[in-house]
C-alpha cells in the first residue's frame, strides 16, 4: 500500500510538472533590438599595409638584415609603439623561389 501511495505521488508531480511547463507559455526569444552580448560583438578593426619606401626600410635584395638601424625590426617597434600589432607580411621571392626579402607588413588595432 506504502509502495502504491508514492508511485502515485510521483506520477501526479510528474504530470504538474508537464503542465505547468505548458501553461507558462512560449519559451522566451531575443528581441531583435536588445544589445548582443559582450562576447558576441563583433571586434572592429582599422588596418594598413606598409611597404618598404613608406616604412623607411633600405632592404635590397642581397641585404636581408633586419636588425639594422633602418631594417624592418626597427620599423616594427616604431609602429607597434604606436598601438599597431602586425598581422602579416609580403615577401618577395628571387628567381629560385627562395625568400628574398620582406617587401610589406600589414598592421591592424581595435577601434
Given amino acids: 500500500m506504502r509502495n ?3 508511485g ?7 504530470l504538474l510538472g ?3 511547463s505548458n501553461v507558462a507559455g ?3 526569444r ?3 533590438e536588445a544589445p548582443m552580448p559582450a562576447a558576441a560583438q563583433r571586434v572592429q578593426w582599422e588596418a594598413f599595409c606598409v611597404g618598404t619606401d613608406k616604412a623607411g626600410v633600405d632592404q635590397h635584395w642581397t641585404n636581408n638584415d633586419l ?3 633602418d631594417g624592418w625590426n626597427k620599423a616594427l617597434a616604431r609602429y607597434t609603439a604606436q598601438g599597431w600589432e602586425p598581422f602579416t607580411a609580403m615577401s618577395v621571392t628571387s628567381g629560385n623561389g627562395k625568400l ?3 617587401a610589406a607588413f600589414c598592421f591592424r588595432r581595435q577601434r
Fill in 4 to 6: 502504491a501511495v508514492i
Fill in 8 to 14: 502515485l505521488s510521483l506520477t501526479v508531480a510528474f
Fill in 100 to 102: 628574398a626579402a620582406i
Fill in 67 to 69: 636588425d639594422k638601424s
Fill in 18 to 20: 508537464i503542465i505547468a
Fill in 26 to 28: 512560449a519559451p522566451a
Fill in 30 to 32: 531575443a528581441s531583435e
